[in-house]
């Protein structure tokens, strides 16, 4: 099983545009890395994140 840690850099990319907190729901998906970090404000004092994701991960049923 690989770990975040075992992922270079180069394995994210970056999904375009910025996010509140709360749209991460609607952006993440279940078996991906992520990577989150810190964007800046928005007028309005809302805190902006970036988002960088993995290649999904194999399914670990495909794998047996």
């Known amino acids: 099983m ?3 840690a075992d ?3 180069e394995d994210f990319r970056r999904l375009p545009g910025l996010y509140r907190r709360w749209e ?5 998906e279940p078996n991906r890395n992520y990577q989150i970090e810190d ?3 928005h007028v309005d004092g809302t805190p902006l994140l970036a988002i960088y ?3 999904p ?3 670990a049923r ?3």
């Open 2 to 4: 690989n770990s975040t």
């Open 53 to 55: 994701v993995s290649e």
């Open 24 to 28: 991460l729901t609607e952006v993440c």
């Open 7 to 9: 992922l270079s850099p």
């Open 39 to 41: 964007a800046g404000t």
């Open 57 to 59: 991960a194999p399914d």
């Open 62 to 64: 495909q794998a047996a």
